[in-house]
């Protein structure tokens, strides 16, 4: 079993849905939850990042992690065309955020 | 320019050729990170480093080998190139203070016929 699952999709929504991204995860070490963005051909870049259980926003975007179910979800309102990535969720057990373990990551298209 | 790079940018090469791909970061991050992303398997860490000249495995650091006598510069060998190895190869660095701190460079990807 895979530390951090996460849906592959592809998932497609149209413009201005909310759309909801999730992964689980087994390690009950981590405290760290990030999630980060990646464009075709492009490096990941950091979204969000949470620490322990809680929600954090950001603009149109909400991480949220329940640590008692193992839960980790990002949440997009107002979906935009330039939301179209791959999403990547990952957690880590340390604060210096090495071996970070990621998601396989979530094919995101947001259609016009 | 300030940031991480990451070269070539694209590589083919034969089954039993040694690659080197090169990563620079320019903020002077203390722990630096090689990384390869499959489909299915999303992104493994091969081999990452604290600081220079101290270098620990990953998850998947088999047919690799790693470096780094400058803190600027992490370099990944292929020492006998695989087609399992055919892959994205992505670089990050970062200092130690918070996920925020840690960026990824463009990848480098690479095809072993």
Request: hydrophobic content about 30%.
């Amino acid at each position: 079993q895979k530390e951090v699952e996460q849906d592959p999709g592809p998932l497609s929504v149209p413009e201005g849905a909310i759309v909801s991204l999730n992964c689980t995860y087994s390690n009950s070490a981590f405290q760290y939850f990030m999630w980060y963005r990646q464009y075709s051909r492009k490096g990941p870049e950091l979204l969000m990042y949470t620490y322990s259980s809680g929600n954090k926003e950001d603009g149109r975007f909400t991480a949220q992690v329940d640590k008692s179910s193992k839960y980790i979800s990002l949440f997009i309102r107002d979906s935009q065309p330039s939301d179209s990535a791959t999403y990547l969720c990952a957690g880590t057990s340390n604060f210096g955020n090495e071996k970070l373990t990621f998601g396989t990551g979530t094919r995101l298209t947001i259609i016009p | 320019d300030a940031g991480i790079t990451q070269s070539p940018r694209y590589k083919i090469t034969e089954t039993g050729r040694q690659v080197t791909l090169m990563c620079h970061q320019t903020w002077s991050h203390s722990y630096m990170f090689w990384y390869r992303q499959d489909l299915g398997h999303g992104l493994r860490l091969i081999y990452y480093s604290a600081a220079a000249d101290i270098t620990d495995k990953g998850e998947v650091p088999d047919g690799y080998v790693v470096s780094r006598s400058k803190t600027e510069n992490f370099p990944l060998t292929l020492e006998s190139a695989t087609r399992s190895q055919t892959s994205v190869y992505f670089c990050a660095s970062s200092d130690n203070a918070g996920p925020e701190t840690q960026y990824f460079g463009p990848g480098t990807r690479l095809l072993v016929l």
